[in-house]
């Protein structure tokens, strides 16, 4: 697993805001492209609505990172560098 810092809280607040701007606008697309191919979905429709969703995984992924969410899954009382994966 790669461990990812962000130093600044303005890398923080772009990072969270493209997160953002994946989540609604994938959400969004995939939203449309169902309502518009409902029943008609061929395999490359199909592969579409996979990249979007995927595009909305991404971006929560980058909402977890700059939110540093990540800190509170840590155990009580743990130093931060005793989770890192290298």
Same mark, same amino acid.
């Given at each position: 697993m790669v461990k990812i810092r962000l130093h600044s809280r303005v890398a923080s607040l772009v990072v969270s805001v493209l997160?953002?701007?994946? +989540? $609604?606008? @994938?959400?969004?697309?995939?939203?449309?492209?169902l309502a518009d191919t409902w029943?008609?979905?061929?395999?490359?429709?199909?592969?579409?609505?996979?990249?979007?969703?995927?595009? +909305? $995984?991404? @971006?929560?992924?980058?909402?977890?990172?700059?939110?540093g969410w990540h800190q509170f899954l840590r155990p009580r009382g743990s130093h931060p560098e005793q989770h890192v994966v290298r």
């Open positions: 997160g953002a701007a994946y +989540v $609604i606008l @994938g959400l969004t697309l995939l939203a449309w492209y029943g008609t979905a061929g395999m490359l429709d199909r592969a579409m609505q996979f990249m979007l969703v995927v595009a +909305v $995984i991404t @971006g929560a992924w980058f909402i977890y990172i700059a939110g």
